[in-house]
């Protein structure tokens, strides 16, 4: 059985930083991701990344801010997001089963992040 769980959100200012986590139990998958759904939007893609080589992959309305990373021994994909915007305002969900942007069938619980301008 797969569970994911997030932490980490949480009221910041817009300039500031989070850091998310999610903790994963269960089968191992190649890729690990990172989706956000803001109140009456659908679900994005924001990050991703390969368990195997590292390789990285973003959403253009997070590069250069947000950077995703993961520690295989603990099972744990980060979510560490910089200079924080209104707009990054969301619940930010971590996803398990697909590869690079899309195809992802098990998902966290969500964590809400709110950033105040």
């Known amino acids: 059985q797969v569970q994911l769980v997030e932490s980490g959100g949480g009221l910041v200012q817009a300039g500031g930083s989070l850091r998310l986590s999610c903790v994963a139990s269960g089968p191992i998958f190649s890729f690990s991701a990172w989706f956000r759904q803001a109140p009456g939007k659908e679900r994005d893609f924001v990050a991703s990344?390969?368990?195997?080589?590292?390789?990285?992959y973003y959403a253009d309305s997070v590069k250069g801010r947000f950077t995703i990373s993961r520690d295989n021994a603990k099972n744990t994909v980060y979510l560490q997001m910089n200079s924080l915007k209104a707009e990054d305002t969301a619940v930010y969900y971590c996803a398990a089963g697909g590869a690079y942007k899309q195809g992802y069938d098990y998902w966290g619980q969500g964590t809400q992040v709110t950033v105040s301008s």
């Open positions: 990344v390969s368990r195997n080589s590292g390789a990285t």
